[in-house]
């Protein structure tokens, strides 16, 4: 049996068809025993309610660990304390700790305010302080942040996370797994001993995907325009070929060592269902 554990991310839904999309994957993906689940937030907060009422569904009716997603941009430090106490009164004991998507009318760095975090490393670490036991998992990116001016200012970023007190790093999604493991050698060489879990994206919809891999500024590589080139009309086809491409993306950070792999599941059970069951059973 594969050693390696694995997780899911989700997003709340926003319509009723999306609702039952959820529903109708969650029990096939529990199924699978995940060491964990995350729930995303939207940019600025846009999604605060749907966020923790689709964690306290999920944890009402599953026994599966739930993290959710919080963004620390344009919120109080006092707003977000209270938010985090509601969660850990609901018994939610892990925080994607994430700065959020930048208002056009805000410059970084942020100036200092006592009032507001500035650097996700100081929202983690107030975390910490309010919550010693609070799981924090930070983001991390192969690629780099589009709004690093480099990656080793990245890669610094990344380590005052990981020291201000972060359980895990979770990568951006990405394609090659050269550039994980060459994003690997520098973090360790930059002092980084935090996990840094590769995410991946299954490719439910390729034109789709490659919409919201070019808003998350992660680069798709010229083989896989080539390999799904054939199959625009040929939907079955282009599954079975999205499961071969997850499965040996998965297979190999496996035989490389990798202890843990993040899956961003799109609120969909069908390809990751496939290749977790083929890889971790």
Known sequence: MNKTTFSFELFPPKTEKAAENLWAALPDLVSLNPKFMTVTYGA?????????????????????????????????????????DDL?????????????????????PLDQDSEYFQYTSDFVEGIKTWYPEMEISVGAYPEKHPDAPSMEADITALKDKCDAGATRAITQLFFE???YYYFIEKCEKAGINTP??????????????????????????????ERFEPFVDKPEDAQKLAIQILMEQAED?????????HFYTLN???ITKNVVKTLFS
């Open 253 to 261: 950070l496996t035989k490389h060592g990798v202890e843990h792999i």
């Open 88 to 108: 850990w009164n609901k018994n939610v004991r892990h925080i994607v700790a994430l700065r959020g998507d930048m208002s056009k009318v805000l410059n970084w």
């Open 177 to 179: 797994n050269k550039d």
């Open 196 to 225: 840094i879990v590769p995410g991946l994206l299954p490719i439910h919809d390729f034109k789709g995907m490659c919409n919201f891999a070019k808003r998350c500024h992660a680069r798709i590589p010229v083989h896989l325009y």
């Open 268 to 270: 969909k059970s069908d």
């Open 44 to 84: 600025g907060g846009t999604t605060k309610e749907g966020t923790s009422e689709t964690i306290n569904q999920i944890m009402g009716k599953y026994k599966i660990p739930v993290g959710s997603h919080l963004t620390f941009i344009n919120s109080t430090k006092s707003d977000l304390r209270s938010y985090i």
